[in-house]
T-cell receptor, first 116, second 110 residues
């Protein structure tokens, strides 16, 4: 069964460093997403991406964050200068193009980012 | 951003009984609603969904009900099984963008 894969599974970084979280979405999917979940809290929407551009982003997704689809298969989330409060589980998701009604998104296993 | 709310952080039921998880939303433009199940250290997995043009969708032991006038949806699991113990997230979608509730931790006791 096709799945979304994320690497690394755990990333530890020093405050102020740049991190890149990588995702390989399901191959025929065209919508891509990043969500995060701070330990014990809700799953928060960060950004959605379609047709090589951001379609929507939340207030969390400030200038420190960027997304890219560099080679047609990977989908990356970059945090330029990490802060302690960026420590969270980051989930990538992808979905098929919307037809008449919506479709579910498939999630990766997540990357646990720890900023020290 | 509190467009989707799950006001019960936890729910405990006895095996074999019905579990009812509730979700409220504020944006009447949402047109597709989903429930995801999440185990620790894993990503959310899709469980069941419903379009805004319907009021009920059933899949085996899982049924989702939608009350658009109340902006409320619920997930019924019957009979509940210990393996159903997980965190359940309600999500609402508009134009392929999903917003999640905070989740409800369901514990099914044997």
């Amino acid at each position: 069964e096709p799945e979304v894969t994320q690497t690394p599974s755990h990333q530890v970084t020093q405050m102020g460093q740049e991190v890149i979280l990588r995702c390989v979405p399901i191959s025929n999917h065209l919508y891509f997403y990043w969500y995060r979940q701070i330990l014990g809290q809700k799953v928060e929407f960060l950004v959605s991406f379609y047709n090589n551009e951001i379609s929507e982003k939340s207030e969390i997704f400030d200038d420190q964050f960027s997304v890219e689809r560099p080679d047609g298969s990977n989908f990356t989330l970059k945090i330029r200068s990490t802060k302690l409060e960026d420590s969270a589980m980051y989930f990538c998701a992808s979905s098929e193009p919307r037809q008449v009604v919506g479709t579910e998104a498939f999630f990766g296993q997540g990357t646990r980012l720890t900023v020290v | 951003d509190q467009q989707v709310k799950q006001n019960s952080p936890s729910l405990s039921v006895q095996e074999g009984r019905i579990s009812i998880l509730n979700c409220d939303y504020t944006n009447s433009m949402f047109d597709y609603f989903l429930w995801y199940k999440k185990y620790p250290a894993e990503g959310p997995t899709f469980l069941i969904s419903i379009s805004s043009i319907k009021d009920k969708n059933e899949d085996g032991r899982f049924t989702v009900f939608l009350n658009k006038s109340a902006k409320h949806l619920s997930l019924h699991i019957v009979p509940s099984q210990p393996g159903d113990s997980a965190v359940y997230f309600c999500a609402a979608s508009l134009n392929n963008d999903m917003r999640f509730g905070a989740g409800t931790r369901l514990t099914v006791k044997p």
